[in-house]
Nanobody, 119 residues
């Protein structure tokens, strides 16, 4: 059984910063890719950032230069450092981790953490 626990969301003023984390635990053999997605009210969920086990990183154009994704392989944890936050960054943020559990590669989602950017 695998569990993903997200933390770090909250209320922040425009221009502020937050750091999200997502820790995976359980019978994990290996992790191939870790992503952050977000879903704003009334909108579809979209990819924010991704980091592979080879360290390859990609960002959505809307967050380039402001957000930084990183991972701690020893802790099976992915982070999202968010700087210069804007009201349009308000959303529920979800981590998604692709990993091998019980010999099977699967895609696992966290429950989400709410980020609200408002003055």
């Amino acid at each position: 059984q695998v569990q993903l626990v997200e933390s770090g969301g909250g209320l922040v003023q425009p221009g502020g910063s937050l750091r999200l984390s997502c820790a995976a635990s359980g019978s994990i053999s290996s992790i191939t890719r870790m992503d952050w997605h977000r879903q704003a009210p009334g909108k579809q969920r979209g990819l924010v950032a991704t980091i592979t086990n080879a360290g390859r990183i990609n960002y959505a154009d809307s967050v380039k230069g402001r957000f930084t994704i990183s991972r701690d392989n020893a802790k099976n944890t992915v982070y999202l450092q968010m700087n210069s936050l804007k009201p349009e960054d308000t959303a529920v943020y979800y981590c998604n981790i692709q990993m091998v559990v019980g010999g099977i590669l699967g895609s696992y989602w966290g429950k989400g953490t709410l980020v609200t950017v408002s003055s």
